[in-house]
């Protein structure tokens, strides 16, 4: 993907984001009332957040399932959420998992 | 922000006419200042996952200037980096992001911002610093807890984001040091504390096997736009439940 493209995605999703800021701040009041409102947006990143970790853990090159290190990494990670692990500390705890088990020719 | 001119509203039985306590202000710029600095730890690992990404230094420290919301940042970056358009990186940002929007409804009948200001307090207006003000007795502590929360959020996660992209680019290749797999637990990490109870869960794992499904077939991005998509049967259904 050339930089001119990833610099439109960069300003684009800036530009976009603002605004859903911005109106939040200026549209009526009514729109929270509608409860459906509300518990939508309150799933929606609860959806997309899943679905990212899945995609990003096993989709390999040509968009095949694949098993690697990101996968060890991953459950690492959930292991150290489990020990109630600050952000950092699970996201390090993953990282150096998958760093190792690459370096130790255990996984791709 | 004097609040010794603004009379008590009655619904705020916490705060007199001499205004908020030192105390409570020293404690909530204190804990603003707690809240930047974890957050920057955040920011270090964005930065280095930016870069490994494949956007450069510049790109990933333009995001957190201009995109300011971390998990929106992270998707853009994510989807970028698996190899989708420009296009499904842009709405699964603008999708995360949707939730701003919600905390601005509830923060603005308590912060009153006026327009220049209005324009600033926006951008700032995030996760940390809705938190913040959500949390305080009084509307004149709820303003100084976003500004402060949402200012101290901002520079820290800036310096942080410019430090984890340098050392990601100073170190070179991004999968010898695991940075692949620091994507993936970044989303479970900000997905783990909304797992509350059985509806979120059920969700979770209804769009995660969508888009494992999704991923062999559609093109890249696709998958996780239409998973998220499952949000909006199940806050529906969540409606009727509610009311027999």
Known sequence: ?108 | MSTSERPSRGQFPMSTSEGPGRDDRARILRNALAVGAATGAYGISFGAVGVAGGLSVLQTCALSVLLFSGGSQFALVGVLGAGGSALAAVAAALLLGVRNALYGLRLAPLLRLRWPSRLVGAQLTIDESTAMAMGQDSPALARLAFWSTGLSVFVLWNLATLLGALGAHAFGDPRALGLDAAIPAAFVALLWPRLTHRGPWLVALGAGLLALALTPVAPPGVPVLVAALVAVPAGLRARREATP
């Open chain 1, 1 to 108: 993907m050339s930089s001119t493209t990833v610099w439109a995605a960069v300003l684009l999703a800036s530009l976009g984001s603002y605004l859903t800021k911005l109106a939040g701040q200026s549209v009526p009041q009514g729109l929270l009332s509608r409860g459906w409102v509300a518990r939508v947006a309150g799933l929606v990143p609860v959806a997309l957040l899943s679905a990212l970790v899945v995609v990003q853990t096993f989709a390999g090159a040509g968009a095949h399932l694949v098993l690697d290190a990101r996968s060890g990494g991953l459950a690492a990670g959930v292991a150290a959420l489990l020990l109630r692990a600050p952000f950092i500390v699970v996201v390090a705890v993953a990282a150096a998992t998958a760093a190792l088990l690459r370096a130790s020719g255990l996984a791709a």
